[in-house]
Nanobody, 119 residues
Framework: QVQLVESGGGLVQAGGSLRLSCAAS????????MAWFRQAPGKEREFVAR????????DYTDSVKGRFTIFRDNAKGTVYLQMNSLKPEDTAVYSC????????????WGQGTQVTVSS
């Protein structure tokens, strides 16, 4: 089992920044690829960013490229999402997820943290 706990969400004005954290416990963190997803009210959950087990490869949805950065610290068992130049359309509940290396599906999910961007 893996437990994922997000933190760092909050209310910020458009153009501002937030850094989300996702702390993992229960199994070797470096075994997992990690990702961030988000879900806005009335919308489907969408992929935001992902990172491989060693941080060597990252990928982003087009709407956040150049503004968001995903990175990880395996020694701390934590993955981060640095969000800059935030827009009102970034408002959502952000969740982190973990998957075993080589497996397509994300197996473990956190509870999520609310990010609200005011205009």
């Amino acid at each position: 089992q893996v437990q994922l706990v997000e933190s760092g969400g909050g209310l910020v004005q458009a153009g501002g920044s937030l850094r989300l954290s996702c702390a993992a416990s229960g199994r070797t963190f470096s075994s997992f690829g990690m990702a961030w997803f988000r879900q806005a009210p009335g919308k489907e959950r969408e992929f935001v960013a992902r990172i491989t087990w060693n941080g060597g490869v990252t990928d982003y949805t087009d709407s956040v490229k150049g503004r968001f950065t995903i990175f990880r610290d395996n020694a701390k068992g934590t993955v981060y999402l640095q969000m800059n130049s935030l827009k009102p359309e970034d408002t959502a509940v952000y969740s982190c997820a973990a998957r075993f290396t080589g497996v397509a599906q994300y197996t473990y999910w956190g509870q999520g943290t609310q990010v609200t961007v005011s205009s």
